[in-house]
């Protein structure tokens, strides 16, 4: 009894501490969303004041309502990019993670280690060949210079293979026999029995795509046509000094991502451990 | 008979190689324009002295010419070594937190979902809205600096804003931000540590320490040596959070390769000099993982 005890209050020691500790890796989150709704002396002033004294609304007023930064138009362009990028990748990369999976087509295995090396290099070398090739295309300072490089990702492809070939090959085969294809064995047996991975694939690529700094950084010039990152930190760069405006320009950009991951932690962290999702 | 199946399969090779075509070239198409293309440019580019990105085509070529002047380069020098320096800092640090969370974590306590995710919530956040935070948390007004006021701390470091913290300062948010997805990498590995095993050891008078030591480290280490690569890997792509915290200042103090090589490409227009300096942090990378490769069968047990 005595041994159980003590085992328990361990148990509850390490958790308490943990708990303390996790909740100072998410005191930034907090001190962010609860600053946005106080008056801009009191973000300073009583910073470990969770609930503010009163809350106000007029830190998102005065966002959407700014002369020069135009909010509500760089939402809009940031949500138009990030749910054409999931449409098209979706489609591309399970397109192709078939042929590599279920396809026996000669060269395969070649054609596929060629691609798997590729993932070795890193991203930003191709930064700036990018910019020329984009130019070429003309989609320089549009959402498809940020757009297509996500959809061709390699990563994914390697994935989806792997849950692709994961589905015994005796269901595609008997549907073979029936007289299906491989265009309706792809969309009819292997697309909905992967579902979990396409999900995972879907949370990432929204929350990689959203948080994009450096493409749009580089690639997007003119300030109608920009991403929602860049804009906050234009804004938070620009005249203001405001903190309580800054808090809420920030919880802006960062309250979708915290929406969706309350809501699917539990794909984000087996995502991540199955396959050890790149950074 | 046998002729006959002999052409039915070669029929049937035939048709799965033109499936295979159908499903597997526009992405191949894709994968050149965008990824293939730009890494041969990036090294053809390495050996040429263009200026303007858009004036690609008056590319001279001048061997190694860029390589060389990279190293009388004294600015790039100094980015180099504070490359070294970040990931001297950020690899040994994320390693050993993660480690130690993930082990405490899987000790057996209660809300465990919860503690996983508070952990692995910075490794999604969007790192604007994280460094808009942390400066003003940071920042001289900050309440950071007022708390070690307030203990009596005479000349508090100016974190972001002082040339000797700031490096250090970006480093520790790169951990908070990254260390989830180490910790949960672990988290998976340590579940997988057979209890047998660790019973054994402590029958045998192994003690605490010893087990973590000579028991549980061996067991994961197929996951520390991915978590070390994919760590170093990251460290040296620290060009985002760079850019949005400090943008490589205060003075130079935080301008380490990445931002140095965006600058050299972006606003001093020596796109040449710029994939130069790309395709060797590119190679540097290559050598750590080969080595990193070459050492594991020393330490990794499969």
């Not at chain 1, 470990?48 to 135009?70: E, R």
């Not at chain 1, 760089?74 to 749910?83: A, D, G």
């Not at chain 1, 070649?110 to 020329?132: E, H, T």
């Not at chain 2, 490409?265 to 300096?277: H, K, L, N, V």
């Amino acid at each position: 009894m005595s041994l159980k005890l003590r085992k328990n209050l361990r148990s509850w020691t390490v958790t308490i501490i943990l708990m303390v500790i996790g909740l100072l890796c998410i005191y930034p989150f907090i001190f962010m969303i609860s600053s946005s709704f106080k008056i801009s002396a009191d973000v300073l002033g009583k910073p470990l004041q969770i609930i503010p004294d009163k809350f106000i609304l007029s830190n998102y007023t005065d966002l959407f309502g700014d002369p020069y930064y135009d909010f509500a138009q760089w939402y809009k362009n940031t949500i138009v990019m990030v749910v054409t990028t999931i449409v098209l990748k979706v489609f591309i990369i399970t397109y192709t993670a078939y042929g590599f999976a279920k396809i026996k087509f000669k060269g395969n295995g070649v054609l596929f280690l060629i691609l798997m090396s590729a993932l070795m290099i890193p991203g930003d070398i191709m930064l700036i060949p990018r910019y020329s090739i984009f130019k070429n295309l003309h989609i320089l300072d549009s959402m498809w210079s940020l757009v297509l490089p996500s959809c061709f990702d390699i990563y994914f492809v390697f994935m989806l293979r792997q849950a692709f070939i994961a589905i015994p090959d005796s269901i595609s085969e008997a549907a073979e026999i029936d007289g299906c294809h491989h265009f309706t064995i792809y969309s009819r047996i292997i697309l909905p029995l992967a579902k979990p991975s396409i999900v995972t694939m879907v949370l990432f690529t929204f929350v990689w795509s959203w948080n994009d700094y450096m493409g749009p950084y580089i690639y997007i010039s003119t300030i109608s046509k920009q991403m929602l990152s860049v804009g906050i930190k234009l804004f938070t760069e620009g005249q203001v000094a405001d903190p309580a405006l800054q808090m809420s320009s920030a919880t802006l950009v960062l309250i979708p991502i915290l929406i969706l991951f309350f809501f699917t932690q539990r794909y984000f962290v087996e995502g991540s451990t199955s396959s050890a999702v790149k950074g | 008979m046998q002729a006959e199946t002999k052409t039915k399969k070669y029929n049937r090779q035939k048709r799965e190689n033109r499936y295979g075509a159908m499903f597997v070239t526009p992405y191949i198409c894709g994968f050149i324009l965008f990824q293939g293309l730009p890494f041969l440019i990036a090294i053809g580019l390495a050996f040429t002295n263009v200026r303007y990105i858009s004036k690609i085509h008056d590319a001279k070529f001048i061997g190694f010419g860029n390589f060389i002047k990279m190293f009388h380069d004294q600015t790039t020098m100094d980015a180099l070594g504070r490359t070294a320096l970040y990931s001297l800092l950020y690899v040994p640090l994320i390693m050993i937190i993660g480690f130690t969370m993930a082990y405490l974590v899987n000790k057996g306590i209660h809300f465990k979902n919860l503690v996983r995710s508070m952990f692995f919530l910075p490794y999604v956040a969007n790192m604007v809205a994280v460094s808009v935070v942390f400066t003003l948390l940071l920042g001289p007004k900050g309440p950071f600096i007022k708390a070690l006021l307030a203990i009596g701390v005479e000349n508090p470091p100016f974190f972001l804003y002082d040339m000797k913290t700031a490096l250090p300062t970006v480093v520790c948010i790169a951990v908070w931000k990254g260390v989830g997805l180490n910790l949960i990498t672990y988290l998976a590995a340590l579940q997988g540590v057979s209890g047998d095993l660790l019973e054994a050891a402590e029958i045998d008078g192994a003690g605490k320490i010893k087990r973590i030591l000579h028991v549980i480290i061996p067991m994961v280490s197929p996951t520390t040596f991915f978590l070390l690569i994919s760590s170093v890997i990251t460290s040296l792509q620290n060009l985002t959070i760079i850019q949005v915290l400090t943008q490589g200042g205060p003075g130079q103090s935080t301008t380490v390769m990445s931002i140095n090589i965006i600058r050299t490409a972006f606003t001093r227009f020596e796109t040449g000099y710029a994939s130069a300096q790309a395709v060797v942090m590119f190679v540097i990378v290559m050598v750590f993982t080969i080595i990193q490769w070459q050492g594991q069968k020393k330490w990794v047990n499969y």
